[in-house]
């Protein structure tokens, strides 16, 4: 990554939903709304949703605005940078379910799947979440080895979980998040923070000054 740019982990705000909704397009061919950020949030007052904004760059623009149905309209005046990443977990009975992760294509490969995953588990940790647990296609096999890396193992068999193909599903999931956890990720953190620089204005730990 371009050592100037400092990506930044902060919540999602709806003025995020544009660009969300463009890098989940480009992910899983579907695309956020406003009533979908409005679900999330309403649906699940557990619900945390996380974007990576890299401040240096300028918004990606959707080009059909109109579809995203954004109630009110963007406020130009807003400085966000590029939204280049995005989670969202829920959190119910201690189980910390991580339902959407995606990074834009033009930024794979630079730990920032990493980072979003981080700082999700690091959030459900913060909230005294017992473990966490996905679903991931079985042909995902790059997701797949992110979250191994995290500790996630195959729980499950999901048969046809996906409506859009039938493909089956594996349901992953740690082990608990307790003290033996918690040194591992710590391990992880501090060899991402060796990668890249970023800021931590989500997850609660403050994971940029752990070291
Ligand atoms: C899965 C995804 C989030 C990974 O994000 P990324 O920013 O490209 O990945 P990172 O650079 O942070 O890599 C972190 C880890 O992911 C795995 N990984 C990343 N790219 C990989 C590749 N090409 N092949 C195998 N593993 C890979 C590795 O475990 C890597 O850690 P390591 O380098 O220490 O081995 C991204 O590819 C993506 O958005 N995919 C489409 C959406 C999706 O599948 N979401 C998950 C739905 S369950």
């Given at each position: 990554m371009d050592t100037k740019l400092t990506p930044i982990l902060r919540e999602m705000a709806i003025e995020d939903l544009e660009q969300v909704s463009l890098v989940e397009q480009e992910a899983f061919n579907t695309s956020w709304t406003t009533t979908t950020y409005i679900y999330n949030v309403n649906r699940y007052s557990t619900t945390h949703l996380g974007v990576i904004e890299l401040p240096e760059l300028p918004p990606y623009r959707h080009?059909?605005?109109?579809?995203?149905?954004?109630?009110?309209?963007?406020?130009?005046?807003?400085s966000i940078g590029a939204i280049v990443a995005y989670g969202s977990m829920w959190i119910r009975n201690g189980e910390g379910h991580i339902s959407q992760l995606a990074v834009h294509p033009s930024h794979r490969g630079q730990r920032l799947g990493e980072l979003m995953l981080v700082g999700l588990l690091a959030k459900a940790m913060a909230c005294h979440a017992r473990f966490s647990a996905l679903e991931v296609r079985v042909s995902n096999v790059v997701a797949q080895a992110l979250y191994m890396k995290y500790g996630y193992r195959r729980a499950e068999v999901l048969p046809k979980?996906?409506?859009?193909?039938?493909e089956d599903a594996y349901l992953m999931k740690t082990s608990t998040l307790n003290e033996k956890y918690w040194l591992a990720f710590r391990e992880n953190v501090l060899k991402l923070a060796h990668s890249i620089t970023f800021k931590d204005q989500f997850s609660g730990l403050r994971l940029d000054l752990l070291q």
């Open positions: 080009p059909r605005p109109e579809r995203l149905q954004v109630l009110p309209p963007y406020d130009e005046s807003l979980y996906y409506s859009d193909n039938h």
